[in-house]
C-alpha cells in the first residue's frame, strides 16, 4: 500500500499541470502573507501616489486635448495654454501663432465646443480663420461662419481688462435644417456631438 501511495505521488509530480498549479498556489500564498504582513504600509503608499495616479489617468486623454484640461482654471489659463508662445510675443507686434498650436487648438475646442466662450476674437480668429459675414447688433458683435450643414454665430462683447480684443459671450449653433425659410424654431440646443462636427467642417 505504501509503494502504491509513492507511485502515486511519483506520477503526479511528473504531471507538469500539477506541478503548474502547485506553483501558482504557492506563489498565490507567499504574496497574500506578504500583503497580509505589509497591509499597512501598501495603504500609506496608495494614499501617497494617489494624486500622481489620478494626474496619469488624466493624462491620458486623447491627443487632440494634449492634457490641456489638466491646466485650465479660467479664460486666461486657457488663452495660455492654447497659444503659449503668445505670452512671450505679446510685446512683439503682431502675433501670429505656429502650425502646431492652431492644429491642437482647433482639436481642443472641437472636442470641448463649451470651452469657445473662454476665448476672445483673435483667438476665433486664429482657430478658424476670418468670418464668413460680420455685422453689428446693439453693443454686439457678431461673426458668423458657414459650412454646408451648419452656421456658427459668434457674439463679442467688449470687457474690462482686455485691451484690443472682445470676449466671446455667447455661440449660436444652427444646423441645416434649421436653417430652411419657414422650419419651426429649435426647441433645445444643438447637441455636443453635433456642435463638434459642425466646428471640424467649419475649420476643414
Keep these: ?13 511528473s504531471d507538469p499541470a500539477q506541478r503548474l498549479l502547485a506553483f501558482a498556489d504557492s506563489a498565490f500564498m507567499g504574496f497574500y502573507a ?8 501598501i495603504t500609506r503608499l496608495v494614499i501617497a501616489f494617489l494624486p500622481l495616479m489620478m494626474l496619469l489617468v ?3 486623454k486623447t491627443s487632440q486635448t494634449s492634457g490641456i484640461d489638466n491646466i485650465i482654471a479660467g479664460m486666461d489659463d486657457l488663452r495660455a495654454a492654447l497659444f503659449p508662445d503668445r505670452v512671450i510675443a505679446r510685446d512683439a507686434g503682431d502675433y501670429h501663432p505656429a502650425a502646431g498650436y492652431v492644429t491642437r487648438a482647433r482639436g481642443y475646442v ?10 476672445t476674437d483673435q483667438e476665433i480668429r486664429f482657430i478658424f480663420g476670418e468670418p464668413t459675414m460680420q455685422r453689428h ?14 452656421v456658427v454665430d459668434f457674439y463679442f462683447y467688449d470687457q ?4 484690443n480684443e472682445s470676449a466671446v459671450a455667447y455661440v449660436d449653433f444652427r444646423l441645416k435644417n434649421d436653417l430652411i425659410p ?7 440646443p444643438v447637441a455636443l456631438k453635433s456642435q463638434s462636427k ?7
Design 1 to 13: 500500500m505504501k509503494s502504491a501511495s509513492i507511485h502515486f505521488r511519483t506520477l503526479q509530480d
Design 198 to 204: 459642425c466646428l471640424k467642417r467649419i475649420a476643414g
Design 160 to 163: 474690462p481688462g482686455l485691451t
Design 58 to 60: 488624466g493624462s491620458c
Design 137 to 150: 447688433d446693439a453693443d454686439a458683435r457678431i461673426w458668423q461662419y458657414r459650412s454646408g450643414a451648419c
Design 110 to 119: 472641437e472636442g470641448n465646443p463649451s470651452s469657445l466662450t473662454h476665448l
Design 182 to 188: 419657414g422650419s419651426a424654431p429649435r426647441l433645445e
Design 34 to 41: 506578504h500583503v497580509r504582513r505589509n497591509a499597512r504600509r
